[in-house]
């Protein structure tokens, strides 16, 4: 029995005005899950969204109408000079 790496793909990128959004699935190994990654460098914060597939380019376009103010998975960046 062999066991099936993770792989991750993404689907689409975008930056401006300090924010990268990036639109990944991650499939394999047991995970299959669209997930929108969001880096704001003025705010110095990232975090990801969950997507389901048929909602993520929505994410995508809207990662902060999408995202849950509620959790608390902010977590600040850590910028090299």
């Known amino acids: 029995m062999s066991e099936e790496s993770t792989t991750s793909m993404e689907l689409a990128s975008r930056a401006a005005d300090g924010l990268d959004v990036t639109l990944v699935r991650v499939h394999g190994g047991g995970a299959d899950e669209t997930l929108v990654c969001v880096r704001d460098r003025r705010e110095g914060i990232s975090f990801e969204i969950s997507a389901e ?3 993520a380019l929505d994410a995508y376009h809207h990662p902060f109408a999408n995202w849950d103010f509620a959790r608390p ?3 600040p960046l850590r910028l090299v000079a």
Do not use: G, T
């Open 73 to 75: 998975s902010v977590e």
């Open 53 to 55: 597939p048929y909602l």
